[in-house]
């Protein structure tokens, strides 16, 4: 055998939840070179592909071999005009390569500061936050096919992306493994600080005029303030995802809860699972070792030896019971293995 595996090992330190469970082998690639030679080696026919761990519910004992991408780098690829073109390796930390563009003066990614997770996850599902997803900003990425170990480009359109939601979900799931990224962003930034509390947050902070690392630090106080820290108590951000409804359901709602917040999504309306998920009652609802968290209903979290069976069963209470009261059904967003 070429590659050296870890036989049985513990995830629990490499999942934001913190789920204790084990994996036949485990092994760490910091190249593609090596990457390539651990998929050529076939030491087991079901591997799963590991970035940051950050949105991810193992449930059992994972039989197969995990592969962490750890794979490091990012450069400038080009400059036009006002433009700089970036190249992030997938194994980087989404918000240290955040940090660093703000710290070059780069802007587009500010308002996705502090997100959990590898730089290789981010486009798998279109993260997004404070009125920013990263297609925003996407220009193509590499990606090595699992079988051929060729490697691949995909343009933006290739990706498919959505609401959290891209081809590498849905169509080619399991089929790639993403290598790097290319983001196009804008040396004259211009922020984009619609969403109501990052104005909030910045005249809290006795900012007058505004910069990316104002911008950014406004975003990252509002995530302390709202979000658990996976370090203190294990979680992956929203566990469901927020759901569209048509206006004939959402007139209907909003005549009965005039105060429920929504957001306009061309003909229908994204309802916060967080509002629906804490009418329901289940807002810092402690079930066992894990409950909803008392500042975001939205996430799920593991209050020390949780498994993620007991994760899935308060899911799915949630869901039954939201579509009990508002006849909705919210779809979980995390990946559940
Ligand atoms: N709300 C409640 N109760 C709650 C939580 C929220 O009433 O327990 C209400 C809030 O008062 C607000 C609205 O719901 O009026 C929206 O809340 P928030 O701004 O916290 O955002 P969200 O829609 O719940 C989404 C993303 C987050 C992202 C934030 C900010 C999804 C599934 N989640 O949450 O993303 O940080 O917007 O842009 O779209 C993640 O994906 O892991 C994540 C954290």
Redesign the pocket.
């Known amino acids: 055998m070429t590659n050296n595996y870890l036989e049985n090992f513990s995830l629990k330190s490499y999942n934001t939840f913190g789920i204790d469970v084990k994996c036949r082998y485990f092994i760490e690639v910091e190249s593609i070179e090596k990457l390539k030679s651990v998929l050529e080696e076939k030491i087991s026919p079901s591997i799963f592909i590991l970035g940051g761990g950050s949105n991810i519910l193992f449930t059992h004992d994972y039989p197969g071999l995990v592969i962490k991408i750890n794979i490091k780098g990012k450069q400038i690829e080009k400059e036009e005009g006002n433009h700089v073109f970036v190249k992030v390796h997938a194994g980087e930390s989404w918000h240290e390569f955040v940090l660093w563009t703000i710290e070059n003066g780069w802007g587009g990614l500010e308002n996705l500061s502090l997100i959990p997770g590898s730089c290789g996850a981010a486009p798998m599902q279109n993260i997004g936050?404070?009125g920013v997803e990263i297609k925003d900003v996407f220009v193509r990425l590499e990606a090595l096919h699992r079988e051929s170990l060729e490697v691949h480009t995909f343009d933006h359109e290739a990706c498919h992306f959505g609401y959290?939601e891209s081809v590498f979900k849905r169509d080619l799931k399991d089929q790639y493994i993403i290598l790097s990224i290319v983001y196009r962003l804008s040396s004259m930034p211009r922020f984009n600080t619609s969403?109501g509390?990052i104005e909030e947050e910045l005249e809290k902070m006795g900012v007058k005029e505004k910069s990316l690392k104002s911008v950014s630090d406004a975003v990252i106080a509002i995530r302390q303030s709202?979000?658990p820290n996976p370090i203190e108590i294990g979680n992956s951000?929203?566990f469901?995802?927020?759901p569209v409804i048509q206006k004939s359901a959402f007139d209907a709602l909003h005549q009965t809860y005039p105060s429920m917040?929504y957001y306009k999504v061309e003909e229908d309306y994204k309802i916060?699972?967080?509002?629906l998920?804490?009418q329901c009652g289940w807002?810092g609802k402690v079930v066992g070792n894990t409950g909803s968290h008392a500042k975001?209903?939205?996430v799920l979290v593991n209050y020390g030896d949780a498994t993620g069976e007991e994760v899935i069963a308060l899911a799915r209470a949630i869901q039954a019971s939201v579509k009990a009261k508002f006849d909705i059904e919210i779809e979980m967003?995390v990946n559940i293995v």
């Open positions: 936050a404070y959290r969403y509390a709202k979000l951000g929203s469901f995802k927020n917040p916060p699972a967080g509002w998920i804490e807002k975001q209903a939205l967003e």
